[in-house]
């Protein structure tokens, strides 16, 4: 089945402690994405990377890092989390970034609720 | 910097009312339009989506959306709602050449009493 799979789906954590949400898809797409989802906020994006290697910071990057070593993963790593960083988690994959003719549908992956305390 | 609005924070509707949800952009330039729905503990699926041509486009689950150039608005309709059409609706902007960032709006709870 075609998907956007993270992990974990919960976590609850204690501030400065690094931790890493892992994203995976499986439908060799080049684009993956980050969203940070806040009440009243809608999705912003955290990072995003057209490819193997290639990552750019999207609206609300600071605080966290990404990698992009393989197609298929796009991990988001938070090197020292704060409380100021609860919130639901989303990846997001499409087959290419593209511009107005040719946008690419994203795929949205379950979810990952993090709580900073 | 473009942002979109979503002026109903929440709605409350019974079964069978007509719903409308307004969404509403500040981009001068061309752009494509999405509304996304997320049911209960579920991630965000794609309800409809504008590129060009007819600006009223239909979607899934009975869902239409019209897009107003002029008004700078991309309005989310459903004649009848259903108690299962209960989530949170987000309207979402991608401008022109700008890969595939999305612009989402605050987002709408619509709760749909049986």
């Known amino acids: 089945e075609a998907q956007v799979t993270q992990n974990p789906r919960y976590l609850i954590t204690v501030t400065g402690k690094k931790l890493t949400v892992t994203c995976s898809q499986n439908m060799n797409h080049e684009y993956m994405s980050w969203y940070r989802q806040d009440p009243g906020l809608g999705l912003r994006q955290i990072y995003y990377?057209?490819?193997?290697?290639?990552?750019d910071k999207g609206d609300v990057p600071e605080g966290y890092k990404v990698s992009r070593k393989e197609k298929r993963n796009f991990p988001l790593i938070l090197e020292s989390p704060s409380p100021n960083q609860t919130s639901l988690y989303f990846c997001?994959?499409?087959?290419?970034?593209?511009?107005?003719?040719?946008?690419?549908?994203?795929?949205f992956g379950p979810g990952t609720r993090l709580t900073v305390l | 910097a473009q942002s979109v609005s979503q002026h109903n924070h929440h709605v409350i509707l019974s079964e069978a009312a007509s719903l409308e949800l307004g969404c509403n952009y500040s981009y001068g330039g061309t752009v494509n339009l999405f509304w996304y729905v997320q049911y209960p503990g579920q991630h965000l699926q794609l309800l409809l989506k504008?590129?060009?041509?007819?600006?009223l486009v239909k979607g899934i689950k009975g869902f239409e959306a019209e897009f107003i150039k002029s008004k700078f608005s991309f309005n989310l309709r459903k004649p009848s709602v259903q108690w299962s059409d209960t989530a949170e609706y987000f309207c979402?902007?991608?401008?022109?050449?700008?890969?595939?960032?999305?612009?989402f709006g605050g987002g709408t709870r619509l709760m749909v009493k049986p």
């Open positions: 504008y590129f060009s041509g007819d600006p």
């Open positions: 990377s057209m490819n193997v290697e290639v990552t």
């Open positions: 979402a902007v991608n401008p022109y050449n700008a890969g595939n960032m999305l612009t």
């Open positions: 997001a994959s499409s087959l290419k970034a593209g511009g107005r003719f040719s946008y690419n549908e994203q795929f």
